[in-house]
């Protein structure tokens, strides 16, 4: 499920809108996730820098 969340937010990412800003700028995003292992930091990770990288902000 979160594949395909993320499949479709880097579809629009080069989008522009009327300022000529990335569809995304100034939104503030972030997963929850619970768990102490190794994968599920792995997995909140991955989806905290998949957010970043299209403009998201990640509060701490």
């Known amino acids: 499920m979160c594949t ?4 479709r937010l880097y579809s629009t990412s080069g989008d522009l ?4 800003q990335y569809p995304y700028y100034g939104r503030v ?15 909140s990770m991955s989806i905290l820098y998949v957010l970043q990288h299209i403009g998201y902000v990640i509060p701490p």
């Open 4 to 7: 395909k969340v993320i499949k």
């Open 17 to 20: 809108n009327e300022h000529g």
């Open 29 to 43: 995003g972030g997963c929850l996730i619970t768990g102490n292992e190794d994968g599920v930091k792995h997995c």
